[in-house]
């Protein structure tokens, strides 16, 4: 499959197309396998501060179904989640495996990085020579690593982790790397937006990032842009309360100022998403969430309301 044709299949969604990127992805990731020498892709990856929840939205992956992600697209060296070993053999493993496969491998972090008091509110591994934090191990990692990628808006912008007052100084994993990390933010991550980042770096290398380091065939579009409640913010028709079905930006919806594709590749083996059983979008993939979300459902300022509706026709040429 050519790079243009895979863009075009993510983009399939957003031109009203049925058929879906899950739909063809492992077929396309087996083509290129079988053309080419290049085996499955190797992948650490570290949880660190969060709730785990990204881990859990990767197990919902479908089609590629999980083991088929295991068994056809990436080899899984290190994972406190997925791998059977524990203890000594477990830290064995993780460090034994990027030294091997130095700069030939992906590093992926799930969580934020706690930094003050030198990290100690984290620490991935205790040994009888002391312990490692995770700053430590994402800094040494991070070095060897081909590719970083940060799953979920905690590893990505700090999240719910550095949420106010953040006593453990917790950040993105950017900030504490001097490379590019590439950001797949969300609370939590769309599956599709995890395992299209690996189908890409597998068939093409490094995707093209917006300005937050996110990958652009996932980010582009502002929710609102492609919302199905548009017509109804269009003619200044919004809900009286939760549950009316007209547009939610009276009810505090972060649409207009969140990136994401929610509306039409949705979640739940993409049949739904939070706008649609009629709960406000609250910008779970920004920067700044959730401070610059908080309190949920409360209505943006009204200078915001006016500039989203100023730049509305400029945004859906
Ligand atoms: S404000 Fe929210 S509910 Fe209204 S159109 Fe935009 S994204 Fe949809």
């Given at each position: 499959m050519e790079h243009i044709e895979f863009l075009q299949l993510c983009e399939q969604y957003r031109l009203g197309n049925n058929s879906n990127l899950a739909e063809k992805l492992l077929p396309a990731v087996r083509t290129f396998f079988s053309k080419s020498k290049q085996g499955?892709?190797?992948?650490?990856?570290?949880e660190t501060s969060d709730s785990g929840d990204n881990?859990?939205?990767?197990?919902?992956?479908?089609?590629?179904?999980?083991?088929?992600?295991?068994?056809?697209?990436?080899?899984?060296?290190?994972?406190?989640?997925?791998?059977?070993?524990?203890?000594?053999?477990a830290v064995q493993q993780l460090f034994s495996s990027a030294k091997a496969l130095k700069g030939r491998f992906v590093l992926v972090v799930e969580g934020a990085i706690p930094t003050n008091d030198g990290g100690i509110y984290n620490v991935i591994v205790r040994t009888k020579k002391g312990d490692i934090t995770a700053l430590q191990a994402v800094q040494e990692l991070g070095e060897l690593a081909q590719y970083v990628v940060a799953i979920g808006t905690c590893a990505s912008f700090g999240g719910a982790s550095s949420a106010k007052p953040n006593i453990t100084g917790s950040v993105g994993v950017s900030s504490v790397l001097n490379r590019e990390v590439i950001?797949?933010?969300?609370?939590p991550v769309n599956p599709d937006w995890f395992v299209g980042t690996l189908a890409h770096l597998i068939m093409y290398g490094r995707p093209e990032l917006d300005e937050l380091g996110r990958p652009k065939i996932f980010y582009e579009f502002t929710v609102h842009k492609h919302c199905q409640r548009r017509s109804y913010f269009d003619k200044e028709d919004f809900a009286a309360k939760l549950g009316d079905r007209e547009c939610m930006f009276s009810q505090g919806c972060a649409g207009p100022k969140t990136n994401s594709d929610c509306p039409y590749r949705q979640w739940i083996n993409h049949v739904s998403w939070p706008v649609k059983v009629n709960t406000p979008c609250i910008g779970c993939t920004n920067k700044d969430f959730p401070d610059g979300s908080s309190p949920f459902f409360t209505p943006l300022p009204e200078k915001e309301k006016h500039a989203v509706q100023s730049d509305k026709k400029g945004e859906r040429k």
């Open positions: 499955k892709l190797p992948v650490i990856w570290l881990n859990i939205a990767f197990m919902n992956t479908t089609y590629p179904y999980l083991q088929q992600v295991f068994t056809d697209m990436i080899d899984l060296l290190y994972s406190n989640t997925f791998m059977a070993a524990q203890g000594a053999d950001n797949v933010s969300g609370c």
